[in-house]
């Protein structure tokens, strides 16, 4: 038979561990329902806004808590037709969260000079119209560029994190002149 000191002690130390262990297999029960959002892999991405590669890496950054988030992106395309000093460009994008700004930044020779901002809508997916800019007279030389930049749909793990900022590719363009 223990002594009181030793009993207690015993106690104590098995109560700890109770407490441990339950607070463990509380969180792999907590990511083992974020591990499941990874049967669909190839439309998500973790909080660098990078897509995973494969199902196993998504299932360890969940299993890690890390968030995963549903894929979003944004595109920026040039119009068919370019002003001899100038672009125009179109944006569209998905996943992103509604309420929130797409917006699209115009450059010329480095500094912004136009910008239009998409409302992203209820559905994540935006598609704005072509929109630009031109000098006159024309300038050959002048470097042109598009970004754009928005916030995806927050998180679908548990917890929810809110969204992450999402970078478009960036279109350039050197004007010619006739």
Do not use: H
């Not at 441990?20 to 190839?42: E, I, M, V």
Request: aromatic share 6%; glycine share 10%; net charge negative.
């Amino acid at each position: 038979m223990l002594s009181p000191k030793k009993s207690l002690l015993a106690f104590a130390l098995i109560a700890a561990l109770a407490v441990f262990a339950g607070g463990a297999l509380a969180a792999n029960g907590g990511n083992s329902s974020n591990a499941k959002l990874c049967q669909d892999w190839p439309a998500l991405m973790d909080a660098s806004g990078s897509q995973f590669s494969n199902e196993g890496a998504c299932v360890s950054s969940a299993a890690q808590g890390g968030a995963i988030y549903a894929l979003a992106g944004l595109t920026v395309e040039p119009s068919a037709s370019q002003p001899f000093d100038g672009l125009s460009v179109s944006t569209s994008g998905f996943g992103l969260a509604p309420t929130t700004f797409a917006t699209t930044s115009l450059l010329k020779n480095g500094t912004e000079i136009k910008f239009d901002a998409l409302v992203v809508p209820a559905s994540g997916v935006v598609s704005g119209s072509p929109f630009g800019s031109f000098a006159a007279p024309c300038v050959a030389g002048n470097v042109y560029s598009a970004t754009a930049t928005g916030i995806s749909a927050d998180s679908l793990s548990a917890p929810t994190m809110p969204g992450i900022p999402v970078i478009s590719n960036t279109v350039t363009r050197t004007s010619s002149c006739p």
